[in-house]
């Protein structure tokens, strides 16, 4: 884990060099994910954990202002090679969403 968070503190120390920080957050683990449906009755249905099993949780995120797509694609594929166990690259998919400039009606 300790190579973990080193390559994580790295990427965050390049971001706020940059300018290009905004906010990060890790998350909570599994146990800490409730999913929430509403339901016709009007009580909402809560499961605990993440409402899908796909083996793959949201553990962090990042909000940054990049000049262009090709560096936030450089970005993710920093971050997609962060060290797991024993040191090799985890190589997981990064998600990218942009923000709309205005918020969509």
């Known amino acids: 884990m300790g190579r ?12 706020k060099a940059n300018g290009e920080w905004v906010e990060a957050r890790g998350l909570g683990g599994p146990s800490a994910v409730l999913s929430v449906s509403a339901t016709p009755g ?15 949780i949201l553990s962090g995120y990042w909000i940054v202002d990049l000049a262009s797509r090709e560096r936030a694609v450089e970005l993710a594929a920093c971050v997609s090679a962060c060290p797991g166990p024993g040191g090799e690259p ?16």
Do not use: C, I, W
């Open 4 to 15: 973990m968070f080193a390559h994580m503190e790295s990427v965050n120390d390049e971001l």
């Open 42 to 56: 009007g009580a909402p249905r809560v499961a605990e954990g993440p409402q899908k099993s796909t083996g793959m």
């Open 90 to 105: 985890y190589n997981t998919p990064v998600e990218l969403h942009q923000l709309p400039d205005e918020p969509e009606q």
